[in-house]
């Protein structure tokens, strides 16, 4: 497991050099941006407007990255043949697939960490020229770690998939398991509610199987200031991580048996 950190720095640099990176980066900061114009329009919500856009922008286009970055890096690495180039160095395919989330989820993680830098600085901004901007809530800083931890699991997801299959169809599944992910709560109560034994089965344990993406969204709470409970967070980090750390072992078990040939 030597090679994970030169692998996962090297993966960090070439997605830094990614063109279509950098220009959903510049275009999420523009959308973050936009919240200063959007609250002109408002004067009683101000606060509440701030935060579902900015939250908005930041919740759309982060994950939206790290489904573009995770689902393509391998698929491109073995369409390339460069592949074999880096199997055939004293490194593990465990040590490769591991690297390369790392230096994934390094590239996206500071890209969250700027736009949410950016964020907190707006509502501070508000605070001091404004005289409805509340400005930073602990709701904020809540909503921000739920979406990192959204981005860690989505990675996962995605990377589990990428390692079986090509990127069109990696990302069009974890793309689906992240919507379904969103909407576990209400798949579970539809099964609840289902007179029909084999349904409600079925409705139960896909929401105990899929990744519930929608226990790490707080982004609603956010915009009322409602609080979090220690505990919640903490099953929230650690549903994460433990779903992140099966679809790791799931991943290079996969990759440790793919015939590239």
């Known amino acids: 497991m030597n090679g994970i950190v030169p692998i996962a720095l090297n993966g960090f640099r070439e997605a830094r050099r990614n063109r279509v990176t950098l220009v959903i980066f510049v275009f999420a900061l523009v959308m973050v941006l936009t919240v200063t114009v959007s609250v002109e329009f408002t004067v009683a919500t101000f606060d509440r407007v ?49 690297g390369r989330y790392v230096g994934n989820l390094m590239t996206v993680g500071f890209l969250l960490l700027v736009m949410a830098l950016l964020f907190i600085a707006q509502l501070e901004f508000s605070h001091l020229t404004s005289a409805f901007g509340g400005g930073l809530h602990v ?42 992910g969103h909407m576990a709560e209400d798949l579970f109560q539809l099964s609840e509610r289902s007179k029909v034994l084999p349904l409600k089965a079925l ?21 009322y200031f409602d609080p979090t409970s220690a505990s919640e967070l903490l099953g929230a980090t650690a549903y994460t991580v433990a779903y992140t750390v099966l679809m790791l072992v799931v991943a290079t078990a996969i990759f440790e048996r793919r015939d590239f040939k």
């Not at 919740?59 to 180039?85: D, K, N, Q, V």
């Not at 904020?140 to 959204?150: K, P, R, T």
């Not at 990377?159 to 379904?180: E, H, K, M, R």
């Open 203 to 223: 409705g139960k344990a896909l929401y105990y199987v899929l990744p519930n993406f929608d226990r790490l969204d707080f982004k609603d709470r956010a915009t």
């Open 139 to 180: 709701a904020h800083l809540v909503a921000l770690y739920g979406q990192l931890l959204e981005v860690i699991l989505l990675t996962a997801v995605a990377f589990a998939f990428a390692t079986v299959s090509s990127q069109y169809v990696s990302s069009l599944v974890a793309t689906c398991l992240y919507f379904i």
């Open 50 to 98: 701030m935060t579902d856009v900015g939250l908005g922008v930041i919740g759309l286009i982060m994950p939206a990255l790290a489904l573009f970055l995770s689902t393509g890096l391998i698929p491109r690495e073995i369409e390339r043949r460069t592949i074999f180039m880096l199997v055939a160095r004293p490194v593990s395919r465990s040590a490769f697939v591991i």
